[in-house]
């Protein structure tokens, strides 16, 4: 697929923002056939000389009752097609961008004003090999950005506006801390801004490329790391790009390796070609992990391996606008063995 018309595809980053996870919505459009009004002036009526003057008046009322009935039957038909057209107008058409606000409500992010940053606009796609990602980023001092730095701990690797993590440590306070890793700095920027006004302690957002940082910061962290979840990345469809996809071997096995006995991995794309290029590094690790559906029964997969709802009870951004638009997600969730 062509790396430029994907990316137009793709949504950017809304700010609007269920919470009860919805499904795809689907609109029955309302399809009327295009009228165009009949009047005496476009209407050409061909009648034959005649030698003789016709004079039958039932030929005069036959004539006048035949083209005074097309003519009303052509007139409410364009009335009815315009008063169809009308009521589509009328009805809000909705948009994916409004889902998202519905998935989200309750966090009532649209509402809060960050005046310093204004609108936030950024890149679609960055490239994670630039010299200014290729540095480790500095290790926070933990107990300063949690209230509690020993609490189990959950990451986010490419978090975008940080919503869906905000969204799950808003319902797990003082039980779970949450960290959300970027590599697009407005966003982080805004998402800390978000997460302050909403008084969440138990959440903390890094401007850092987790396959430079990821490996250090969490053999720094007190606690053990519970979750770790990689949704919908940048997909860099050129081939010379696959290098700069997120999720490579070392990254990998760094997350193996921390992940705490019985924590869990969790992947998904709407883009097939990427979804199995990160379930191939986890699948290699199988005697580290195992897919959750060996452990849970009520996870149900297709034939081909795929976990066939999202577990988590809510969808990120970017799922909501690709089901929307009519793609299939492609999951995976590993665990760790106790």
């Not at 083209?67 to 809000?92: D, F």
């Not at 949690?146 to 959950?154: A, H, Q, S, T």
Request: net charge positive; proline share 6%; glycine share 4%.
């Amino acid at each position: 697929m062509n790396e430029t018309n994907h990316s137009k595809e793709r949504k950017t980053e809304n700010e609007l923002v269920t919470t009860q996870p919805i499904g795809p919505f689907t609109m029955n459009q309302i399809k009327t056939s295009s009228f165009k009004p009949l009047t005496m002036a476009n209407t050409i009526l061909k009648i034959p000389l005649l030698s003789t003057i016709i004079t039958s008046t039932a030929l005069k009322s036959s004539f006048n009752s035949s083209s005074s009935s097309l003519l009303h039957r052509h007139i409410c038909n364009c009335s009815s097609a315009a008063s169809v057209s009308q009521h589509q107008q009328r009805q809000p058409q909705i948009r994916s961008p409004q889902l998202v606000a519905l998935e989200y409500a309750d966090l009532s992010i649209p509402h809060i004003v960050c005046e310093e940053l204004g609108v936030v606009r950024v890149r679609q796609h960055v490239n994670p090999l630039s010299s200014s990602l290729s540095v480790p980023v500095e290790v926070p001092k933990w107990e300063d950005v949690f209230e509690d730095p020993k609490l189990p701990l959950v990451v986010d690797i490419g978090c975008g506006s940080g919503r869906f993590l905000m969204w799950l440590a808003k319902r797990n306070p003082g039980s779970k801390n949450y960290m959300g890793l970027e590599i697009r700095k407005k966003l982080v920027t805004r998402a800390e801004k978000w997460a302050e006004e909403l008084a969440l302690s138990n959440i903390h957002f890094l401007f850092a490329n987790a396959s430079i940082s990821f490996k250090q910061l969490i053999s720094t962290y007190p606690g053990p790391l519970m979750f770790v979840s990689i949704l919908c990345p940048d997909p860099h469809f050129k081939k010379r790009h696959h290098k700069r996809r997120i999720l490579q071997k070392p990254l990998a096995e760094a997350i193996v390796d921390g992940l705490m006995p019985g924590g869990q991995v969790f992947i998904q794309s709407d883009v097939l070609e990427v979804a199995v290029d990160m379930r191939k590094y986890f699948d290699a690790e199988s005697d580290k992990l195992v897919h959750v559906d060996n452990i849970d029964s009520s996870l149900l997969c297709d034939n081909e391996g795929w976990l066939a709802t999202n577990p988590m009870g809510i969808r990120t951004e970017r799922e909501i606008h690709a089901e929307f638009e009519g793609a299939k997600i492609y999951r995976r969730m590993y665990q760790k063995p106790s």
